[in-house]
């Protein structure tokens, strides 16, 4: 399997931060890596796919980018709706693993 | 407009079996892959498998292999992810979503349903 270390798993940050939430896989994966947003008791949403192609809809406060085995989650402008969960998805290899999941604090 | 609609809430004991459903409406099911995603409570996704109804191909996780069996019925637009005997350990909240592929080639999911709460408990 190809593990997905994402991290931090938490981050406390204030509306109007900028913040960075990185995922490495163990492994080459391309591009093929997702971001999406969780909010409390709802599905997954995406947002980013292909590492960096904003999914249509999503702010563009959202961005991300890298390529290989290091990728990051850019939020430019944390507005108050982005406190919540956020996990990257390999979809190169079979099974298509999730990273841990980051806690967006205020 | 593509919607995936999951089955209800399932409460069962231990060493019950359980068949929970995902209806897709606005395209033929045979037409993507469909996935399972199990979240238990507090925690992260983690993928359980994936199933193409075209042709039934079916991929498992490992860490779900020989638990758990995804299948469809393309006649009413439907996939299934079923348990021959539950364990406490299963409780928690599972999500269908619908395979895409982009231009040029990286697979994500756009479309999920909306969950189904498994919980079991003696």
């Known amino acids: 399997d190809t593990q997905m270390t994402q991290s931090p798993s938490s981050l406390s940050a204030s509306v109007g931060d900028r913040v960075t939430i990185t995922c490495r896989a163990s492994?080459?994966?391309?591009?093929?890596l997702n971001w999406y947003q969780q909010k409390p008791g709802k599905a997954p949403k995406l947002l980013i796919y292909g590492a960096s192609t904003l999914q249509s809809g999503v702010p563009s406060r959202f961005s991300g980018s890298g390529s290989g085995t290091d990728f990051t989650l850019t939020i430019s402008s944390l507005q108050p709706e982005d406190f919540v969960s956020y996990y990257c998805?390999?979809?190169?290899?079979?099974?298509?693993?999730f990273g841990q999941g980051t806690k967006m604090e205020i | 407009e593509v919607q995936l609609v999951q089955s209800g809430a399932e409460v069962k004991n231990p060493g019950d079996s359980l068949k929970i459903s995902c209806r897709a409406s606005g395209y033929s099911l045979t037409s993507y892959w469909i996935a399972w995603v199990r979240q238990m409570p507090g925690k992260g996704l983690e993928w359980v498998g994936i199933m193409y109804p075209g042709d039934s191909e079916t991929r498992y996780s490992p860490s779900f292999q020989g638990h758990v069996t995804i299948s469809a019925d393309r006649s009413i637009n439907t996939a299934f992810l079923q348990w021959d005997s539950l364990k406490a350990s299963d409780t928690a909240t599972y999500y269908c979503t619908r395979r895409e592929v982009a231009t040029r080639g990286p697979y994500y999911f756009h479309y999920w349903g909306q969950g189904t709460l498994v919980t079991v408990s003696s």
């Open positions: 492994q080459f994966i391309s591009n093929y």
């Open positions: 998805q390999q979809t190169y290899s079979i099974p298509q693993t």
